[in-house]
């Protein structure tokens, strides 16, 4: 078994992956690379994945399917990992070495002294294409350097969360926990990391900054005008986390708030893209989503409207719209956009 699978989805990747995946080869053989062509047809990516498979055989596996989006190769490659545990790393980013190194040291030694260890957290970096100064996502507010459960979470703050960037997972509790990402959809890595929350007991937290996710493409999927173009995407995952979150059968009392947290930033992001976006079509989109919500939980949709965020966002008015704009830029740091 090797100790850590990274999943690379990859479509019409092949201007970027190669960098991505040496970074990730610094693991040597206690590390497998799965690259997941996601049907690319529009450049050679197919052909890079099959020569570093190649090229690597006992550390890189090239995976071809149709195209079914991000979700979907993420599928694929939990699908055919052999890890203990799991990591997904898009082709266009790539993992700071020094920091790998203390990665696989921590995992290793779990394995060694056959501790329990469900999650795995460091920080990424925000690497902005014209940026001087590179912003870091980190977790302060957790124990550094050892084994800790949610009970030690309690000081989670609004606009803090752990994304797919920042998160290792066990392998087998991703299998255990059902995790199947939808196809054809974006802004899944929000289900990735909040769908198996719930299992998680035990977490390590170490200091590094380990995943340098870089912004800057103008396709890029956080680019805002192509979130508000692709709105319907962004309302899919808002109902299916909303779906997913059993608030009152969830026992622990910061895995529930901490998940109720992250709900709440999604549903300020997709309101507020349907505000800004201003057109009818919107405004109606808008009211259905807080429509749905109350239809599917009124315990939740009292929580979510009449929050400190999202109640913002839809106070009425010149003052309610400054207002909405603050909390989005709040949900601006948190996601990255440009």
Known sequence: MKLLSFAVPCYNSAAYMEHCVETLLHGG????????DDGSQKDNTAEIADRL???????????????????????????????RYFKVVDSDDWVDEKAYDKILDVLRRTVDEEKELDMLISNYVYEKEGAIHKKV???SNLPKDRYFTWDETGRFKKGQYILMHSVIYRTELLRDCGLELPKHTFYVDNLYVFYPLPYVKTMYYLDVEF???????????VNEKV?????????????????SFDYK????????????????MITVISTVLLMKSGTKEHQQKRHDLWSYIKSKDEFIYKKLRYGILCGTTN??????????????KIAQKVVGFN
Not at 227 to 243: T, Y
């Open 137 to 139: 996502m980190s977790y």
């Open 315 to 328: 106070l009425p008015g010149h003052t309610g719209r400054l207002i909405s704009v603050s909390a989005y």
């Open 53 to 83: 498979a190649a090229e690597h055989p006992s550390i890189i596996k090239a995976v071809h399917q149709e195209n079914g989006g991000h979700g979907q190769a993420v599928n694929t490659g939990l699908k055919n990992a052999t890890g």
């Open 249 to 264: 059968n969830i026992e622990n009392e910061h895995v529930k708030k901490y998940m109720f947290n992250y709900l709440e």
């Open 211 to 221: 995943y340098r996710y870089y912004i800057g493409r103008e396709d890029q999927s």
């Open 29 to 36: 053989e206690e590390v497998e690379i799965i690259i997941v």
């Open 227 to 243: 979130m508000i173009s692709r709105i319907d995407q962004q309302i899919k995952v808002n109902k299916l986390m909303l779906e």
